[in-house]
């Protein structure tokens, strides 16, 4: 796929934190419409529909594919988001939902079930601002953030970004037991959504793909796990296991609406807050960085290492 001479947009007419962590597992669903670059048609009545428009998987954040979905158009971004009318300098993961998000939907030829989970994450999330308001990654322009698994790059038949990635809580990939990478290690670019994939430095250079970073255009895949298993060693302790745990037992909470603890039983999302001020919650954007994991020297005696795993007394 390589820019053609002009952009436009194809169109025709017409759950606890221990009960639930188990009912968030999957990453991806995938099924797509790959699309070739077209000439720009004008579109200006509202019985027309955008054609060529990729299909969101399952968990995908509205975000990446808002960047897929520009790049099938030919278009900008900018012009993009200004057509669907989704302000720039919003944070559309979370601002994009309910009426506005039926008339994409509508636009686009999606089906009203489209973007379902990230749509009831959001809206948990809203319903518990501030609380909530620090569980999304952004960088400091307030731009959506992701990290990613290696190996779910990798094994993905159509890429995309997961909307949990987002999550500064899901520091973890359950599937393949290892820590999310935060950003490319060729070269140190974070993963910001929506992007303008044809005005990135990879772009330029004709890497259209959204498994690569957009700065160097290296394989996100290619990067080798920060994997928590060495041997029959473990990298992490047992408090921060549970921690990771917890991270993805939050997903499931704001999915489900609440959580169940063995204290205090059922709760709604306000007592989130309580869990993140005991510590149980995945805390800060560099908690148990990748970088300070690979460094980490694995205790070398076997008393050292019961100490490390074993639960604590209190």
């Given at each position: ?215 160097c255009g290296a394989r996100l895949s290619g990067e080798k796990p920060c994997y928590l298993q060495i041997g029959n060693l473990r990298r992490v302790s047992w408090y ?75």
């Open positions: 796929m390589t820019p053609g001479p002009s952009r436009g947009f194809f169109t025709k007419s017409c759950s606890g934190l221990a009960a639930h962590s188990a009912d968030w597992g999957g990453t991806r669903a995938d099924s797509s419409h790959c699309s070739d670059r077209g000439h720009a048609i004008a579109m200006t009545s509202s019985s027309q529909r955008l054609a060529n428009v990729p299909c969101p998987q399952l968990f995908e954040a509205t975000s990446c594919w808002l960047t897929r979905l520009a790049l099938s158009q030919g278009a900008d971004l900018a012009e993009l988001l200004r057509f669907l009318k989704i302000p720039g300098n919003t944070d559309v993961d979370r601002a994009l939902l309910g009426p506005h998000l039926g008339d994409v939907k509508r636009v686009c030829g999606l089906p009203s079930s489209a973007f379902q989970v990230q749509e009831r994450l959001m809206h948990s999330l809203n319903s518990i601002s501030p609380i909530g308001d620090k569980f999304l990654l952004t960088d400091r322009l307030r731009r959506p953030k992701f990290r990613y698994c290696p190996v779910c790059i990798k094994s993905m038949r159509v890429p995309h970004f997961p909307i949990h990635w987002r999550f500064g809580a899901w520091r973890w990939c359950p599937e393949h037991d290892c820590l999310l990478e935060s950003n490319c290690r060729s070269c140190g670019r974070p993963i910001i959504f929506p992007t303008d994939i044809f005005s990135s430095k990879a772009g330029m250079q004709g890497c259209l793909l959204i498994n690569h970073c957009l700065g921060e296991e549970m921690v990771l745990a917890n991270g993805r037992a939050l997903l499931s909470a704001l999915y489900h609406g609440y959580f169940f603890t063995s204290a205090t039983g059922i709760e709604d999302l306000n007592g989130l807050k309580r869990i993140e001020t005991y510590g149980l919650l995945p805390s800060g954007e560099h908690w148990m960085s990748v970088e300070n994991v690979r460094n980490r020297i694995i205790p070398d005696s076997a008393e050292t290492r019961v100490r490390w795993r074993s639960k604590p007394d209190y």
